[in-house]
């Protein structure tokens, strides 16, 4: 998706744009950040929205380590879900492909979809640089 095309309405496109390498965030003429869906910008109620490339790495702000899970992820514990700063946004995800005791605040991280339960919904996940 091109900087300022209309914007994504759902957590689906946002996520199939995050699959096929073009994420996005929404910016309202303010400048506020947000991820969809959204239809007025959540911080000032403004619109339109219009859309931005994400920043290709965010930085982990807070990571907790899940030991008790839901049974679509009971086979993954322990596993870190964590919230990381991409500029003008902040995501929330899994991280994959390291050890609980690895993420730290300041961790950079680049985001992406994996389809982690019985039903293929996209979660998003955070892998350590």
């Given at each position: 998706m091109s900087?300022?095309?209309?914007?994504?309405?759902?957590?689906?496109?946002f996520c199939r744009?995050?699959?096929?390498?073009?994420p996005f965030y929404?910016?309202?003429?303010?400048?506020?950040?947000?991820?969809?869906?959204?239809?007025?910008?959540?911080?000032?109620?403004a619109e339109p929205l219009t859309?931005?490339?994400?920043?290709?790495t965010g930085r982990v702000?807070?990571?907790?380590?899940?030991?008790?899970?839901?049974a679509a992820f009971a086979?993954?514990?322990?596993y870190v879900t964590a919230i990381a700063d991409f500029g003008p946004v902040t995501l929330t995800g899994i991280v994959t492909e390291t050890s609980p005791d690895a993420v730290e605040h300041g961790t950079?991280?680049?985001?992406g979809i994996e389809r982690t339960d019985e039903r293929q919904r996209p979660t998003l996940v955070f892998e350590p640089q």
């Open positions: 900087q300022g095309e209309a914007p994504a309405r759902t957590h689906d496109e744009a995050i699959e096929t390498g073009d929404l910016v309202c003429p303010d400048g506020h950040g947000s991820v969809p869906p959204r239809r007025v910008c959540p911080q000032c109620g859309t931005r490339p994400l920043p290709d702000q807070a990571a907790t380590v899940v030991h008790v899970a839901t086979d993954s514990v322990p950079a991280v680049t985001v």
